[in-house]
């Protein structure tokens, strides 16, 4: 009996890990496409260094290397790769956790800081028109309906096409909301699903490393698998 809950626990390992794998490969694909078709750079110049597809590219790496560790540890029984692999994922859950609490703590200084960096990219653009830059500020506008990082005074006398609901040409109306207000309602729209989704996730590497540390021990006792 004990035999069979093992065998079922290693296979649901492997079954995990593999369908963890391949997320971690989508994740790693779609960063790869922000990358191609999107420039942060221009809306947030200073914070351009810290950009969502690097931190996808990263995120997609490290889910693919972690899951391929508990994949093979479980399928071969190999005890250093699953030591391995329950000390990654403890470590990924401490720095996931102790993010939470900086963005919770910081939420104040990181709206301010994200507004002027805004105001820095939308400057930018006032001096510099026409360039890709502008081309950016007006797919944000479009798509959020917005305009300018407060409203249309921040674009001063020349306020883009994209700020407009119907044609500029002829007594133009201008989206009212600026686009850091709406982006701060999209964010706390989403905000319990972002906060439950990162409950999940420590659930689940928590499950990953109790089955993990049971598979290991049971190797131990049996004096199977690659020795330590």
Not at 15 to 36: E, H, K, S, T
Not at 178 to 186: A, E, Q, T, Y
Not at 193 to 198: D, P
């Amino acid at each position: 009996m004990a035999q069979g809950c093992l065998k079922c626990l290693k296979y649901t390992m492997c079954v995990a890990n593999f369908l963890c794998f391949l997320c971690g490969v989508a994740v790693l694909g779609f960063g790869v496409y922000i990358m191609v078709n999107f420039e942060m750079a221009a809306l947030t110049p200073t914070l351009a260094t810290f950009k969502v597809a690097n931190a996808l590219l990263i995120s997609g790496i490290i889910i693919t290397c972690v899951s391929f560790l508990g994949f093979v540890g479980a399928l071969k029984e190999n005890r250093c790769l699953l030591l391995t692999f329950f000390l990654l994922l403890f470590l990924l859950m401490l720095v996931e956790l102790t993010a939470a609490c900086l963005l919770l703590m910081y939420e104040a200084k990181i709206s301010e800081l994200v507004q002027t960096d805004l105001k820095k990219g939308l400057d930018q653009v006032k001096q510099k028109p026409g360039n890709s830059s502008a081309v950016m500020w007006d797919l944000v506008q479009q798509q959020l309906d917005c305009c300018g990082v407060e409203n249309v005074t921040d674009w001063g006398e020349k306020v883009p096409e994209s700020c407009c609901k119907n044609n500029c040409t002829t007594n133009p109306v201008y989206r009212k909301q600026g686009c850091l207000s709406v982006m701060k309602n999209k964010f706390e729209e989403h905000f319990l699903i972002t906060g439950i989704s990162v409950i999940v996730l420590c659930i689940i590497e928590v499950l990953g490393m109790c089955f993990a540390m049971t598979l290991y021990c049971h190797i131990s006792r049996s004096g199977l698998g690659y020795k330590l």
